[in-house]
């Protein structure tokens, strides 16, 4: 049976592993809506490839180039942060969340108030909204899948399981390309060196959210939303292979965990399949060839961010959303060349001190505040050189 789909976020890292499998399966799928930010040509050639009704850009200044570039191919396009919103609004059978950062949200949100089918990698969104988040799931009957490699782990090992019965999860964090090195060498590190990820190829983002563990920072959070088994129960190991994408310890002390390449086209290939499972066309896992699997605890000494992500799903309230919004400003700014790699957490950390006051954000509108009023004063902490 042919379904329905919309790709948030389409001309990213997570966008064209979703379309290379939507590609080896084209009587599966048809696709609704593309978006993109900025990259007009390239989302014009995939909503032309793909047979697209709707393209859109988020940014309404990219739309004359978009419309320019779908002239003739009768795909309606549109632009700005509202026709993003819209486009997710549409019905559709399945919405897969890759939009990066908080510019997800409104999105996400406006898919899962229509009950819709969410394939949710967009963890900056659940981070940012948490509680505003699961309680629109729980009100308008909208089914979340973690497409998170670690979050789908989790997701495939609770199956038929009951979250009482859990003793633990534990995530793993292949502790990113920067993982052995000195303080004075990650003070000194590089763009570049950040985002060179020994294991999976992502967008910049991401890329620098793994070199500083923020990444599994945000995962902890994103975990403690999707599997509410209380912070207790909620750990992070080191596991350099990432062949083991994360676990489910239960009380009989039998842990359940899964496998697999270090390649996202498994977690959304079990996404876009579910309940059921289609073909990846990736290798299978060659244990022997692997040979070692070893494991880790996380250095918050010199990667500190995932103790901040710890202290800031603990305080609850506003302080996710913050922690969120810094951490964009602050990677933004590395990879602008604007700062060190060390002081990415630092103005996390002062961030989040400055804002100690926000009060909890209980709807959408109070998260972006929170958001707004967050990167402002990262933006300020920037300016003033205040962490310099
Ligand atoms: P990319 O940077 O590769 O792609 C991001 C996508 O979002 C692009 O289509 C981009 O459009 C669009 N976009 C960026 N900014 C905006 C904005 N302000 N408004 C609307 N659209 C925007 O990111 P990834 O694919 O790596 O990551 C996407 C999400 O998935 C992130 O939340 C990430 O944490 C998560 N994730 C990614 C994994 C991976 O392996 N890549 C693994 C697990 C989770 P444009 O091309 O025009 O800029
Ligand atoms: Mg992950």
Not at 97 to 104: D, E, L, N, Q, S
Not at 152 to 177: E, H, K, M
Not at 271 to 283: D, F, I, V
Request: charged share 20%; with cysteine.
């Amino acid at each position: 049976m042919t379904r329905t789909l919309t790709l948030l976020g389409a001309t990213g890292s997570i966008g064209a592993s979703t379309l290379d499998l939507v590609r080896r399966n084209r009587d599966d799928w048809r696709i609704d809506t593309l978006t993109a930010h900025c990259s007009a040509v390239e989302l014009a050639a995939l909503a032309i490839e793909f047979g697209a009704k709707l393209a859109v850009v988020g940014d309404a200044n990219c739309l004359p180039e978009l419309r320019s570039a779908l002239a003739g191919s009768g795909i309606e396009a549109a632009g700005g942060a509202q026709a993003l919103v819209d486009a997710a609004a549409r019905p559709v059978d399945m919405t897969v969340a890759a939009i990066v950062g908080c510019a997800g949200l409104a999105p996400v949100m406006a898919a899962i108030e229509r009950g819709g089918t969410i394939a949710l990698a967009n963890k900056e969104a659940l981070v940012s909204a948490g509680e505003v988040m699961m309680q629109a799931v729980a009100k308008h009957g909208a089914t979340l899948l973690p497409t998170d490699s670690e979050h789908n782990a989790i997701f495939q090992c609770l199956a038929g399981n009951r979250l009482s019965d859990v003793a633990r999860i534990t995530l793993t964090a292949s502790g990113g390309p920067l993982r052995t090195w000195t303080q004075a060498q990650l003070e000194a590190a590089t763009p570049a060196e950040a985002v060179a990820h020994p294991n999976w190829s992502m967008g910049a983002k991401i890329s620098v959210d793994s070199a500083t563990m923020m990444n599994k920072g945000l995962e902890y959070i994103e975990a403690y939303h999707l599997f509410p088994v209380g912070l207790d129960k909620l750990g992070i190991v080191v596991h350099p292979q990432s062949v083991i994408h994360s676990m489910v310890e239960f009380r009989d002390r039998s842990t359940l965990a899964q496998l697999g390449p270090s390649d996202m086209r498994v977690p959304i290939a079990s996404c876009l399949a579910w309940p059921q499972r289609m073909e990846t066309p990736l290798a299978p896992l060659d244990l022997a060839a692997i040979g070692q699997l070893t494991f880790e605890p996380t250095n918050e000494a010199l990667f500190p961010a995932t103790r901040l992500a710890r202290e800031a799903i603990a305080a609850g309230g506003a302080a996710p959303a913050i922690l969120n919004a810094a951490n964009e400003v602050a990677v933004a700014a590395f990879l602008a060349g604007q700062i060190r790699f060390t002081r990415i957490a630092a103005l996390v950390e002062e961030t989040l001190q400055r804002s100690n006051d926000a009060p909890r954000p209980v709807s959408l509108d109070e998260v972006l505040a929170v958001d707004q009023s967050a990167r402002r004063q990262a933006m300020s902490l920037l300016e003033t050189n205040a962490l310099v």
